[in-house]
């Protein structure tokens, strides 16, 4: 319980934040995103990450109706502050922004062709940049989302992505010649994000046991 | 002379802070509603630490107080109840906290 000399408003909004998406849902669905992207990648059927991310819309809100209000509560959050949205729909719109003009720009430049150096650049680099605009983009989900697990995640794409280039620049491969090692490196990044998730829901279903007394909650 | 009159002053300070509010398990839940828009009985309970009861009891006299206001309405059929800070008590917290606030920063160092 909180004595009047103790009272900081932003951590307690903080922790009933994080206590929120500590059921690991968020990472899971997540992962499975990353992961089933990769296994588009890999059998050249992408759109199967489109699937996965209209499944998750739907099936994201009820489970957390399903497993974390009946344990935890319900809880509806302020949606902060002016600024704070501005700052993050700025962020949003940037990177969205930024993505839309990579990828047309590329796909333009691969129909047309280009004599641009740029181009040559894009085309050498094109899986590590990918990567890294995927990593940047999971990061600012975690901004968004308050959840700070998300920028380790961030950093772990950013380091296998990295680490999946030199390892194609090494074998003296042609980057962009190998959609398995592509594929593969996204497959390693939505396990990584997977796993720990499965730890949190597990802690978290443990320590948040569906009681009889809870349903006292209902008839108050 | 001045600072004796100064304690005085902070004594003053003391002595319109809101009782309803200073007590620590009150204190604590309005700290939680303060900074949502709504919380069920449930999710309080985790956050703050307080039994059924207590909770109950508590949040009865901030709801008399008009400091909370109960809503109680039906989510997939099933009843449920969500607690809210009203504009007042919202006022009221806000206050208790700027003259608690006064009354630490006067403490001598």
């Known amino acids: ?220 | 002379m001045t600072r004796s009159k100064n304690r005085v002053k902070d004594l003053k300070v003391l002595e319109d802070i809101d009782r309803l509010i200073h007590e620590p398990a009150r204190l604590t839940i309005l700290a939680h509603l303060y900074v949502v828009e709504s919380a069920d009985f449930l999710f309080l309970k985790h956050q703050t630490g307080l039994t059924w009861g207590n909770l109950s009891s508590h949040i009865g006299k901030l709801e008399a107080a008009g400091y909370v206001r109960i809503k109680k309405q039906f989510i997939d059929k099933k009843p449920h109840t969500t607690l809210h800070l009203t504009d007042e008590g919202r006022d009221a917290f806000k206050g208790y906290m700027q003259k608690m606030r006064q009354v630490i920063d006067r403490l001598p160092r």
């Not at chain 1, 794409?157 to 620049?169: D, K």
Request: aromatic share 14%.
């Open chain 1, 1 to 220: 319980m909180l004595g009047e000399g103790d009272i900081d408003l932003k951590r307690i909004e903080r922790k009933m934040y994080t206590s929120y998406h500590q059921d690991g849902l968020i990472d899971i669905w997540s992962g499975l995103f990353v992961v089933f992207f990769g296994i588009g990648i890999i059998t050249e059927m992408v759109w199967l990450g489109g699937v996965w991310a209209a499944i998750f819309v739907a099936g994201y809100a009820s489970l957390k109706k399903s497993i974390t209000m009946p344990r935890l509560g319900y809880v509806e959050f302020a949606s902060g502050s002016k600024s704070q949205r501005w700052v993050r729909l700025l962020l949003l719109s940037g990177v969205l922004v930024l993505v839309g003009a990579f990828v047309a720009t590329t796909f333009t430049w691969l129909f047309n062709g280009s004599p641009s150096p740029i181009f040559g650049f894009i085309r050498q680099n094109f899986e590590l940049i990918l990567g890294l605009g995927g990593s940047a983009v999971i990061g600012l989900v975690g901004y968004i989302l308050g959840v700070r697990r998300f920028y380790i995640y961030a950093i772990l794409g950013v380091l296998i992505f990295t680490v999946g280039h030199l390892v194609l620049v090494s074998l003296g491969l042609f980057p962009g010649s190998s959609s398995t090692l592509f594929g593969s490196s996204i497959l390693v990044l939505g396990a990584l994000i997977l796993a720990p998730g499965l730890v949190v829901l597990l802690r978290f279903l443990r320590r948040y046991p569906l009681k009889k007394g809870d349903r006292l909650n209902d008839e108050i």
